[in-house]
């Protein structure tokens, strides 16, 4: 199946966190988006993984995604190994996105966020050469951009996700196991009110730097190559 736009998460609400507004606002301009997560979240302090898919389903139906598929990395284990770049590397290939997307690989709290951005990075490239010894036809992505977790970077560019920003919230929140504490459940970081305050507070800092109401952040992996400063500019 090819899309337009494949984003990977190192876990099921990383996408939904730092770039699922940016999905539903290509969603509803009629591009074909799709989410990888490399792991299931099995290590996760609350939610089993049925529980995890079911809401990453979920969540992936709200933004109006066409595929959300599971690669079955280890959680909590995710390392720069040949079979961990070989299986993102056919993922591509199977796709053949123009746009990735992958979280930040510098200086996030969360290992597996930094991890799962550098194997994308290498998956990226090395699915285009020939003689990889991996399934599928070989194909490199048109640009690979890197979105924000728990990192605090200023964004090489910012996304207006404003027409979209509710349907943002509402796939961040079909992820209920994490980010929403009752009895049975164990305090974590990311059920603390204070984490969707939080993401509220980013996503509106990150519009406020391109003047609309909520944007969402890029960094991008290599120099923009620019002929035509019109078209490029954008509005």
């Not at 993102?88 to 796709?95: L, Q, T």
């Not at 036809?137 to 996304?159: A, G, M, N, S």
């Not at 305090?187 to 305050?197: A, D, G, K």
């Amino acid at each position: 199946m090819d899309v337009d736009l494949l984003a990977f998460g190192a876990h099921p609400d990383d996408v939904e966190i730092g770039a699922g507004g940016i999905l539903a606002a290509h969603a509803a301009m009629g591009y074909k988006c799709a989410i990888i997560d490399l792991t299931a979240g099995e290590m996760s302090t609350n939610g089993s993984v049925d529980e995890r898919k079911a809401e990453a389903r979920e969540a992936a139906d709200v933004l109006k995604c066409v595929s959300r598929t599971c690669l079955g990395l280890p959680d909590a284990h995710l390392d720069i190994r040949k079979e961990c770049i070989y299986k993102i590397a056919e993922s591509i290939r199977e796709f053949r996105p123009r746009i990735v997307l992958a979280p930040y690989f510098r200086n996030d709290r969360h290992p597996d966020h930094s991890t799962a951005g550098e194997l994308v990075k290498r998956a990226s490239f090395m699915s285009g050469l020939k003689r990889l010894p991996i399934n599928g036809e070989p194909f490199r992505p048109e640009k690979l951009y890197f979105f924000l977790l728990t990192v605090e970077e200023t964004p090489d560019f910012v996304v207006d996700i404003s027409p979209v920003y509710e349907i943002k919230e509402e796939a961040v929140k079909a992820h209920r196991t994490q980010f929403f504490l009752h009895s049975s459940r164990v305090p974590t970081i990311v059920n603390n009110p204070s984490f969707l305050h939080n993401i509220r507070s980013r996503d509106s800092y990150f519009g406020s730097l391109i003047g609309v109401s909520w944007g969402e952040g890029l960094l991008l992996n290599e120099k923009p190559r620019v002929s035509d400063l019109i078209k490029w500019g954008g509005a």
